[in-house]
């Protein structure tokens, strides 16, 4: 079986965002596998464990530097990548579209995987796409998997802590929730041997990909800034436990 | 040009939840005819509410007794109420179930869809959004002939608006999904806890609980401010509370009116999760903590020892 992960390269959630050209960001940070996908990769590896014939593809939409988020991928355990190049940014009817179309030239896709969401777009929405176009079933934000009988049976978590059972045909779409497993983080010896497994590269321009009315662009970025002015609750244990209510009360009316 | 509006409303125990109001208040403008869908309720029963904040068409539609519960006949049936009544921008909630039934709607049509908007202007096409793990605000620009919006619960203040609204029946009975099928589903309706992104109130753990058990201590508090209780990653990791209660960049975002952050210090990640709330209200034994020089109120005190007073004298309310 033949499982693709899709995987983006998106800024550190710790590195400070300088926005330029009005709906840009200055991509001089550090960039890496989106966490969510660090769940897929090690799922799909999991997978594998237990079906030595699989083979697992990393695939990446983004520039150049995208390299280093799939060389991570199969420092997890991929076996190999596929670079998508495109020095632009693309929303995520453009981004399914162009992972559809690879993997359907790449290979003949028995499961999916994509992280839940991308921690930098936040679209969450380019798993139902590809499935979509695949007229293959998805699940997201799923916290457990087991492929049985030709079958996915997962569990997609709402609030809470409760979650949904599905149970999906296979070939699916699998959107990776952050409870699905504990990512497998590569030792020096993965990483080595990842520096081996290829990366086929492929021009975005040249998948000729079709172009829909329907599109989003994002025109603007701004900081999102809370401006908020501490003010210090004082006294004993009773008397800030007094004033908090009174606030709760009088200023946020919410008791 | 009177453009036709659909507005997915969400329903728990048979009741509408207070965050569809602020979503109908956001999807009301000038020349627009406001479509409310109910999947499976008595549109009689959820009429009279429904016209006090604007609605003028209410299609309830009904679906096989086997599929209620199965995100793709819903989203099958949603899209044949878009279809028949030429419905131009869908609006519905970011919630766990919005998450999975707006994007199957919007990739199905092939159609444009924001997440977790707390700014549309429908006029211009113009949506707002947060990125970066919420540190920026997006202004996008959405095409297309249909237009799918998912709202942030909570973003919008209700506004009432009457209106006199008239019930369409859909029947979406025929409906069916082949290839994903429901086994169970988490039931909602039988959980006591108030969903952490939906509520008004939240009190939230982080290393200063020092353990699991203190949680019980601000589960008290929020069952008292009829709020719910939320964690950083380092509660979640270290394993006290389940990762459903985690806050943050990898966990809930939420917005609720007011933010208690508990022995929280307040990393990056963690503001990404919450830093829209209304009121942020942070405990902390170190001053020096991030979350106190970016919030409304701060204690310099132990969580431990303000919580169980605050619960004292919330006491009788």
């Known amino acids: ?151 996915a049976v997962v569990d997609s978590a709402l609030s809470g802590g409760i979650a949904n059972t599905y149970e999906m045909s296979l070939p699916c779409v699998i959107g990776a929730g952050r409870g699905l497993n504990t990512p497998r983080y590569p030792t020096f010896p993965d990483v080595v041997k990842s520096k081996k497994k290829s990366i086929k590269k492929i021009v975005f321009s040249d998948l000729k990909i079709e172009s829909l009315a329907a599109g989003m662009n994002i025109v603007e970025l701004e900081p999102l800034l809370q401006e908020r002015e501490p003010k210090e609750i004082k006294g004993d244990a009773g008397e800030v436990a007094k004033k908090i209510v009174r606030i709760l009360k009088e200023e946020a009316k919410v008791i | 040009m009177m453009k036709n509006i659909g507005i997915i409303i969400e329903l728990d125990k048979g009741r509408i939840k207070e965050t569809n109001f602020g979503m109908i208040t956001l999807a009301r403008a000038k020349d627009t005819e406001l479509f409310a869908v109910v999947v499976d309720a008595d549109a009689e029963i959820v009429k009279e509410e429904l016209e006090s904040f604007g609605i003028t068409k209410i299609v309830e539609v009904s679906l096989a007794e086997d599929q209620q519960k199965n995100p793709v006949v819903r989203a099958k049936a949603i899209i044949n109420v878009i279809k028949e009544y030429n ?23 092939k159609a444009s869809l924001v997440m977790d908007c707390y700014a549309v202007d429908i006029k211009q096409n113009l949506v707002k959004t947060s990125q970066y793990s919420g540190k920026t605000s997006a202004t996008i620009k959405a095409a297309g002939d249909v237009l799918i919006f998912g709202v942030r619960p909570n973003a919008i203040e209700p506004v009432k608006a009457s209106s006199l609204a008239e019930i369409l029946k859909f029947d979406g009975t025929s409906l069916i999904s082949k290839d994903l099928k429901v086994i169970k589903t988490g039931d909602t309706d039988t959980s006591e806890n108030i969903s952490l992104v939906e509520a008004d109130v939240i009190i939230a753990g982080g290393r200063g609980m020092k353990n699991g058990e203190n949680f019980t201590i601000l589960s008290k508090c929020a069952k008292k401010l009829n709020g719910a209780v939320g964690a950083s990653r380092v509660a979640v990791d270290a394993g006290w509370v389940p990762y459903s209660m985690q806050v943050g960049q990898t966990g809930e975002k939420v917005s609720p009116l007011v933010y208690i952050a508990c022995g929280i210090s307040g990393s990056v990640q963690h503001f990404a999760g919450m830093k829209t709330s209304g009121m942020v209200i942070a405990i902390n034994k170190d001053e020096n903590a991030a979350i106190m020089s970016n919030c409304d109120y701060y204690v310099k005190a132990d969580a431990l020892e303000i919580i169980p007073e605050l619960i004292k004298h919330l006491g009788n309310d």
């Open chain 1, 1 to 151: 079986m033949q499982i693709y992960v899709c995987v983006k390269h998106v800024p550190d959630s710790a590195a400070n965002i300088t926005i330029v050209e009005k709906n840009h960001i200055d991509e001089n940070l550090t960039f890496l596998l989106n966490p969510y996908d660090e769940h897929a990769v090690t799922e799909a590896v999991r997978i594998k464990d237990s079906l030595p014939d699989a083979e697992i593809i990393v695939v990446c939409l983004g520039k150049d530097d995208a390299q280093k988020t799939l060389r991570s991928a199969l420092a997890m355990g991929a076996d190999r990548g596929v670079l998508i190049e495109s020095n632009k940014n693309h929303d995520s009817i453009e981004t399914a579209q162009a992972l559809k179309t690879v993997i359907e030239q790449d290979g003949n896709p028995g499961l999916i995987f994509t992280g839940r969401e991308s921690i930098d777009a936040e679209g969450m929405q380019t798993m139902f796409r590809i499935g979509a176009l695949l007229d293959f079933p998805v699940a997201t934000n799923v916290v457990k998997l087991d492929i049985e009988a030709g079958r």
């Open chain 2, 87 to 109: 419905i131009c921008a869908v609006f519905g909630l970011s919630t766990a179930m919005g998450k999975d039934l707006l994007p199957r709607i919007a990739a199905l049509l």
